[in-house]
């Protein structure tokens, strides 16, 4: 396990990251009302899975474990992905507005996560 400390940058995203898996703990509890459209209760307890899945590595990650680093992007990547199928079906526009907000989140958060210092090429002669 390779462990590192993180940049000011990383560190940036993994705060996002952690609000943003914390957000998602709670979904499998607030299922849509009844007789109204909403994700299946499976996406639900996923995005939930995923959330303490998220949080987790962003904690482990903060300590500078570079695996959890990758696990905490692959649930908040994962757990975005269970949102994007309400493009395609007829929903209020402000659940897809709420959708895309959550894709350019994490599409910032992941930039912001893995934004390591940067190396300077070697100088040959």
């Given at each position: 396990?390779?462990?590192?400390?993180?940049?000011?940058?990383?560190?940036?995203?993994?705060?996002?990251a952690g609000l943003y898996s914390l957000t998602n703990i709670?979904?499998?509890?607030?299922?849509?009302?009844?007789?109204?459209?909403?994700?299946?209760?499976?996406?639900?307890?996923?995005?939930?899975?995923?959330?303490?899945?998220?949080?987790?590595?962003?904690?482990?990650?903060?300590?500078?474990?570079?695996?959890?680093?990758?696990?905490?992007?692959?649930?908040?990547?994962?757990?975005?992905?269970?949102?994007?199928?309400?493009?395609?079906?007829?929903?209020?526009?402000?659940?897809?507005?709420?959708?895309?907000?959550?894709?350019?989140?994490?599409?910032?958060?992941?930039?912001?996560?893995?934004?390591?210092?940067?190396?300077?090429?070697?100088?040959?002669?």
């Open positions: 396990m390779s462990t590192t400390s993180p940049t000011a940058k990383q560190k940036a995203g993994l705060v996002i709670p979904s499998f509890l607030t299922p849509a009302p009844e007789g109204e459209a909403g994700p299946p209760m499976a996406v639900l307890v996923l995005g939930s899975v995923l959330g303490v899945i998220g949080l987790v590595a962003v904690v482990l990650a903060w300590r500078g474990n570079q695996v959890a680093l990758r696990v905490a992007a692959g649930a908040i990547i994962v757990n975005t992905l269970t949102g994007l199928p309400a493009f395609f079906v007829d929903v209020p526009m402000a659940i897809k507005a709420l959708v895309g907000f959550s894709v350019v989140l994490t599409v910032v958060t992941v930039v912001l996560m893995f934004s390591g210092k940067r190396r300077l090429p070697a100088v040959t002669d």
